[in-house]
């Protein structure tokens, strides 16, 4: 088991945009600032990592979370800065690189790139990518990305990018590596691909029971041996709301996190959840939404069931309010963690 | 005699099924679309008891084959080979992997019309695709367990049909029929029936709602008084 004092707990968000304290929905801009004004109370509270995700949809305001990370990195001191994720299939690993050891500079090491195929369709067209080449970019791009990282002249060639011969990219990071960790949703063919390069894993489980990601990280520690890399314990990223009772948390997961899957799914022609199915998710599935201790027990019984390293609540599923989002990351980072640290010393 | 049940695609849905069908006691053969090598570290971790092998192997030796590939890909089978099998469509359109492809979404026929025409002379019935692959894992009861979910199955052959429903009740769900090959367009993406993680009753009430949405609405005007 990963000691629990060693368990890194962050707080993840899209920019969802808030509503103020009149109700009113904040702007793009106001909600991008509040997101700044959060990972300052995060750090404040000792919470280990803020990660943006990258989206071009109205309803989230980040489409470039580095370019926000650097915002934050000036304004804290401890908390590591991380994507969640960049969607490396319609970026270029030489940008994403140099954006991100920029940020590294600027935040005394403390960037973190997670990469993913992403799960949304939008950057393609508007980057003009060709969505069937969805798994050749991923798989060329992770390649050249992974010889990026070793900081030294690069020499790589295929057909999704321009070939680079011998190029140096700049600049250099003081640790020598960026620290880069691969998120997947629940394809197979992503766990071993993380595996065989050696990178640690984050398994974003946005709906059923936990209990069915146990085989993928027996996966993820197999493929790594055949691979001769290292698998680290894996990270979870998963919706929550934490406030003062069970009853306020789960009705505002129901009010806003359940819509904003809903509005999600329902462009892919998925019916929403229903309250029964929701109950289920809040009860045993992965929306952890409830007073503090529920929250750490349940969480703890996650992080135990896939002897998990890390663990990032995505906190601001739309459009809840300013108030209860810091309200929010107060419970967790000053009841929740410590607890949930407290239950797996316990055992 | 324990019969041989075979999934071509190894993905999400393919290695969930593939874990129901062995706890229900068949002899499971998967292939994705490469060798056997490629998807052999991941069937074995996460399907024990199933073999890893390739879609030829696949067509040889399984009469009872489960699609659980991309449906954009549905004409790299094989029509010879498929002939005379149970052939189980679990696919739907997802534009995110299948790219614009109006005739996949062409509200005229349903898709699992589409791929019974090209598999010609194969029994092409259509299940398992209006749930969720992590719903499917979770979900799952034993046969006689009170509250089982259902799944929808549509087809033309009434002894496909019944074949098929055996296998949906021993993988752990209630089997419910709701009409012919035609008929699957309820249960397509966009209908009140996908992602439909529910009971008979609510199944049989969501299914006959398709008019009411959308995409029902699409349907109806596209077919003009064909619809039932
Ligand atoms: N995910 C769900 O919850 C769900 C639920 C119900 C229905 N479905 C339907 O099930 C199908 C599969 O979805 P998924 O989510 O499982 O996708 P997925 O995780 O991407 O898996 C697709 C699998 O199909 C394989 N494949 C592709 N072309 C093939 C071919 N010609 N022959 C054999 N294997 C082939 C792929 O292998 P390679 O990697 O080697 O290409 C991969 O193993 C889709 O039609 C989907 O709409 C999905």
Redesign the pocket.
Known sequence: MVDPQKIVFGLDSFGDLPTDENGNLMTQAQAIRQVVTEAELADRLGVNVIALGEHHRPEYAISSPDTVLAGIATRTRHIKLASGVTVLSSDDPVRVYERFATLDALSNGRAQVVIGRGSFTEPFPLYGYDLSDY?LLFEEKIELFSKLLDEKPVTWSGKTRAALDGIEVFPKTEKGRLDTQVAVG????SVVRAARYGFPMILAIIGGSPRRFVPYVKLYQKASQKFGTKAYPVGIHSHGVIADSDAEAVELAWKHTRKSLARVGKERGWVPMSREQFEQEVKQGSIYAGAPETVAQRLAATIKLLNAGRFELAYGAGELSVQARLHMIELYATKVIPRVREILAEG | MVETLGI?????????LGQLAIAAGYRVLI????SSA??ELTIETLVPGAVPTT?SDVYQQANIII?????G?YQ??SPSALAGKLVID?????WE?DGPRPDLTDPRHSSSELVAHFLKKSHVIKA?????????FDEARPQGQAKRKAIAIVGDEHEYVKKTAEIVDRFGFEPFYAGPLAEGIRMEPGSAVFGANVEKNELKKLLARFEETKRGQMVLQARGINFK
């Open positions: 798994d629940g394809s197979p063919e | 071509l695609g190894a993905g999400k849905l393919g290695t969930v292939a994705g679309s490469g490629k998807i879609a699609l659980a590939i991309p449906l890909k790299n089978l679990a696919m739907n359109y997802w992997v398992f695709n209006h749930m969720g692959y992590h719903d499917l």
